[in-house]
């Protein structure tokens, strides 16, 4: 049954895989441009702090308080070189792109599934076929997700994004052949 109240149409279980698919489009993709801002910082210290480093002979550094702050991102940077091959960053931002990948292209064949009904004005076999291979789908990218244990607050802030992006009211509830 719909929120509404209404009969349940078995069409409702496309429009919520497709609203479920748009949510995770949203979330991998919040989740994925977290861990490259995490990655580019990582990058970024042990740029500037590497021996090497252009900026390295800067005058800036020789005076008091340019000892402290070199000091201080060399230390940053030592710590960074060291915790960054255990984060797994390129790793997971690797995982992370794949299943976002995945998501968008689940979220096109749903769609184009939803177009199709809501031109016909029909929920037939083929739609019901095509819906059930992007279950499959769905059900082979969920063994695939980077993450155990999902953030609830994202999710929660996403969903109402979706709801308002995808209300009831905009989904045709067709006849069932």
């Known amino acids: 049954m719909s929120s509404n109240g209404q009969v349940q149409n078995p069409v409702w279980d496309l429009y919520d895989h497709l609203r479920s698919a748009c949510l995770n489009i949203k979330y991998y993709g919040a989740r994925l441009q977290t861990i490259e801002r995490q990655n580019f910082f990582i990058e970024l210290i042990?740029?500037?702090?590497?021996?090497?480093?252009?900026?390295s002979g800067w005058t800036i550094w020789t005076t008091a308080p340019g000892k402290v702050v070199w000091a201080l991102l060399a230390g940053v940077a030592a710590l960074f070189s060291v915790a960054k091959p255990l984060l797994g960053l390129p790793k997971r931002i690797k995982k992370y792109e794949a299943v976002l990948t995945g998501y968008r292209t689940l979220f096109?064949?749903?769609?184009?599934i939803r177009v199709?009904?809501?031109?016909?004005?029909?929920y037939g076999p083929k739609e019901?076929?095509?819906?059930?291979?992007?279950?499959?789908r769905r059900n082979d990218?969920?063994?695939?997700?980077?993450?155990?244990?999902?953030?609830?607050a994202l999710i929660k802030t996403l969903e109402e994004q979706v709801k308002r992006e995808y209300p009831e009211a905009k989904f045709i509830i067709p006849e069932v052949i």
């Open 141 to 152: 990218l969920s063994l695939k997700e980077p993450e155990s244990k999902p953030q609830r």
């Open 108 to 112: 096109n064949d749903l769609d184009e």
């Open 46 to 55: 042990l740029a500037i702090a590497a021996p090497a480093a252009a900026i």
């Open 128 to 136: 019901r076929e095509e819906f059930k291979k992007a279950r499959d």
């Open 116 to 122: 199709s009904v809501s031109q016909s004005g029909k």
